[in-house]
C-alpha cells in the first residue's frame, strides 16, 4: 500500500492547532525524517479563535488565519494528507491505514484528533438546521445566516456561545441564549463574575435563560420552533449549539492505548505506547502544579503541547506542567482566566467588574491558584508565572498596589 514502503517518520493524525504546531515544532527541533500530517478537513492548520469573532463580524470575509504560510510548509518538508481520514492502528506493524485504503508507516505517531461536537437529542427532529462551530467553514456558513433582523437561539453560555451572542448582536441579530446551568460559564468563573457579564449582554440586548432547555423542536417553514422545559416557545432563524465537545478517541481506543475521557499521556505527552504520543483537546494529562489529570480544551493547551511531543521526539525532553489559560473577547472586553477560579470568591481584587483593567486573585492558603482580568493581559502573564512557581500574595504590598480584600471597600459589592 501507499506509503507503507518509505522510511518511517512522525505521522501525526489531526491537521488542527495542535497537530500543525507539533509539526512545526519537530522541525525547529531538529528532526529531519519524514512528517505526515493527516487532516480530515481540506485546510492546513489554522487558528480557531477567530471563527466565533472576526469571521462573522469583520466587513469583508477574512481570508483563513493560517498557522503558516502555505510555503512555509513546504520549505520545512512538511506533507499534508487533506480530506483523508485514519481508520486504524496497527502498533505492531507501526502503520496508520486511511479511510483510501492506503497506510503511513510511523517511527512515531502523533494523535490531535481533537473533539467533535456534543448533540441534543432534543434537537435531532431538526438536526439538518442546527449550526455547530468548529471549522472555518462552519463560520463562513454562520455568517451567512446571521443577518440583520434574524432570530438566534444560541445553546450553551459557555465561550462559543456568548462570544457568538456578541457578533450575532453586532451583525443585528436578534439574540436568546439558552443555558442549563443557573450562570453563564459556570465553569470558569465565580458567580459573580458570571452576574456581571451576564448583564453586559442583557444591557446588549441579549436575552439570557439560565436553567432551562430544549425540550423539542420542529420544523415551522424557515423557521425552527422550539420548545423549552418550562413550556416557553420560541421561532429562530438560526439555531447554534455550543455546549462542548466530545474527544475524537476511537482510535486509541480501538489501539487498545489508555483511554479516560480522552488519550491518557504523561508529562512528556506520551500515551500508554511509548511511540505514541496525543496532544490537545483529546489529551488527558496529569498536572502536578494543580495534582489532578485533566483534558483542556483551550488554544493555549494545543499550543503548548504541541512543543512539548515535538521536543520529547526530538530528544529533548520537557515535562508539561502549565499553567491553563483562557480568554474571551465580548464586544469591546478582554477577559482573561489564569489557574483555577473556580466558584471560590477572590482574595483580593483591583476595582470591581466593570472598570476598565480590573483584577482578581484567588488564592488557597495565601497561595495564589487563580486569577480574572479585564483588559489587564500583562497582569495575567505575571500571575501565570506567579502561579506555576508557587508564589504567595502579600497583602500589603497588594495594598500598595491599589488591591483590597474581596469586598471590604465596597460593602455593596456582594449584592451584584
Not at 451567512?144 to 450575532?168: C, F, K, N, T
Not at 432563524?237 to 455546549?243: A, H, K, N, P, T
Not at 489564569?338 to 497561595?367: C, V
Amino acid at each position: 500500500m501507499a506509503g507503507l514502503g518509505r522510511t518511517a517518520g512522525v505521522v501525526i493524525v489531526g491537521a488542527g492547532h495542535g497537530g500543525g504546531r507539533t509539526a512545526e515544532r519537530l522541525r525547529h527541533g531538529g528532526f529531519v525524517g519524514p512528517i505526515d500530517v493527516i487532516g480530515i478537513e481540506h485546510e492546513l492548520p489554522y487558528e480557531r479563535p477567530p471563527l466565533s469573532k472576526s469571521v462573522l463580524t469583520a466587513a469583508e470575509v477574512p481570508a483563513n488565519a493560517y498557522l503558516l504560510p502555505p510555503a512555509r510548509w513546504s520549505e520545512l518538508g512538511v506533507r499534508f494528507h487533506l480530506g483523508a481520514e485514519a481508520t486504524s492502528i496497527d502498533r505492531q506493524a507501526k502503520a496508520v491505514m486511511l479511510a483510501d485504503g492506503n497506510g503511513l508507516s510511523y517511527r512515531k505517531l502523533v494523535l490531535a484528533t481533537g473533539l467533535s461536537p456534543r448533540r441534543i437529542e432534543s434537537l435531532e427532529p431538526v438536526a439538518d438546521r442546527v449550526a455547530y462551530l468548529r471549522s472555518f467553514q462552519d463560520a463562513l456558513d454562520l455568517r451567512d445566516r446571521i443577518l440583520p433582523g434574524s432570530s438566534v437561539v444560541l445553546v450553551g453560555a459557555g465561550l462559543i456561545g456568548l462570544e457568538v451572542a456578541a457578533s450575532a448582536v453586532k451583525r443585528g441579530a436578534t439574540v436568546t441564549v439558552l443555558e442549563t446551568a443557573d450562570r453563564p460559564l459556570s465553569r470558569l468563573l465565580p458567580p459573580y463574575m458570571s452576574q456581571w457579564l451576564a448583564g453586559v449582554h442583557r444591557q446588549a440586548g441579549v436575552r439570557i435563560l439560565c436553567g432551562r432547555q430544549v425540550a423539542a423542536s420542529e420544523p415551522l417553514g424557515g423557521k425552527t420552533l422550539l420548545r423549552l422545559n418550562d413550556g416557553t416557545q420560541i421561532e429562530a432563524d438560526v439555531v447554534l449549539v455550543g455546549i462542548g465537545g466530545t474527544p475524537n478517541d476511537q482510535l486509541a481506543r480501538d489501539a487498545g492505548l489508555d483511554v479516560d475521557n480522552g488519550i491518557v499521556v504523561n508529562e512528556f505527552g506520551q500515551t500508554s505506547d511509548p511511540d505514541i504520543f496525543a496532544a490537545g483537546d483529546v489529551a488527558s494529562h496529569e498536572n502536578r502544579l494543580f495534582g489532578r489529570r485533566w483534558r483542556l480544551e483551550s488554544w493555549k493547551n494545543a499550543e503548548d503541547q504541541g512543543g512539548i511531543v515535538a521536543a520529547q521526539i526530538c530528544g529533548t525532553p520537557a515535562s508539561y506542567d502549565e499553567v491553563p489559560w483562557f480568554w474571551t473577547d465580548q464586544y469591546d472586553l478582554n477577559i482573561q482566566i489564569a489557574g483555577i477560579p473556580g466558584d471560590r470568591e477572590p482574595a483580593y481584587e483591583r476595582g470591581r467588574p466593570g472598570d476598565r483593567t480590573y483584577l482578581a486573585y484567588f488564592a488557597d492558603a495565601e497561595r495564589l491558584v487563580g486569577a480574572i482580568g479585564v483588559a489587564c493581559g500583562r497582569d495575567i502573564r505575571i500571575a501565570r508565572e506567579t502561579i506555576r512557581t508557587g508564589g504567595r500574595l502579600n497583602p500589603a504590598e497588594l495594598a500598595g498596589k491599589g488591591f483590597a480584600a474581596f469586598g471590604a471597600a465596597q460593602p455593596e459589592r456582594l449584592a451584584l
